[in-house]
């Protein structure tokens, strides 16, 4: 059997309003679940290889996500506002 995951619901001082989550966002998440959240990679030159590829690589994936940029309000998604923040 495999241990069943407790879900984890955020609040809202853990989400970032300008898009991804803040540091006790990402604490919490690690602590939870044992992850390596780091902060997202918001520069837009003089990037380290590695650097560079987390970005591309969040990019990808995250443009590849099914979901409205928009809300029924014509408010920015928590979606668009990631990409937003990574400069995708």
Do not use: H, Y
């Not at 044992?34 to 990808?60: D, E, H, I, N, Y």
């Not at 920015?76 to 400069?87: G, H, I, Q, V």
């Amino acid at each position: 059997m495999s241990p069943r995951r407790k879900s984890l619901s955020l609040r809202k001082s853990d989400k970032n309003p300008t898009g991804g989550l803040s540091e006790s966002g990402r604490r919490r998440i690690n602590a939870a679940t044992g992850s390596k959240l780091q902060r997202p990679v918001t520069q837009k030159s003089g990037l380290s290889p590695r650097q560079k590829a987390r970005k591309k690589s969040f990019c990808a994936r995250m443009k590849g996500n099914k979901g409205a940029m928009k809300d029924s309000k014509g408010r920015p998604t928590r979606k668009a506002l990631a990409l937003r923040k990574w400069n995708c």
